[in-house]
């Protein structure tokens, strides 16, 4: 499987973005990470379509919206509220299996990640 994201550019804060992450094949367990410089990665949301259930990360809860396109292949990040804070470089990944997981070691394919500044 092969992810490509796009979507991210430079926002003023309180502004939205909408990043997008294509897959190659069909998959059910995706999510969103984010990388700002100096810190480690960390899990933003997940989706997992087969159960039809999602997770955030505490600091994006009732701001960010993870959702699936109808094809499945094709996951969304909407990011509403933005603050200087959630700068930082944005990777899509996946997984096979069940779960909303955020931990990081449990995807193993990743995008290219797409930056996302917000100033």
């Known amino acids: 499987v092969q992810l490509v994201e796009s979507g991210g550019g430079s926002v003023q804060p309180g502004g939205s973005l909408q990043l997008s992450c294509a897959a190659s094949?069909?998959?059910?367990?995706m999510a969103w990470f984010r990388q700002a410089p100096g810190k480690e990665h960390e899990g933003v949301a997940a989706?997992?379509?087969?159960?039809?259930?999602?997770n955030y990360a505490p600091s994006v809860k009732g701001r960010f919206t993870v959702s699936k396109g109808r094809s499945n292949n094709i996951v969304y990040l909407q990011m509403n509220s933005l603050k200087p804070e959630d700068t930082a470089m944005y990777y899509c990944?996946?997984?096979?299996?069940?779960?909303?997981?955020?931990?990081?070691?449990?995807?193993?394919?990743w995008g290219q990640g797409t930056q996302v500044t917000v100033s």
């Open positions: 094949e069909l998959t059910y367990c």
């Open positions: 990944a996946a997984r096979p299996g069940y779960g909303v997981t955020l931990l990081t070691n449990f995807f193993a394919i």
């Open positions: 989706i997992d379509d087969n159960l039809s259930t999602s």
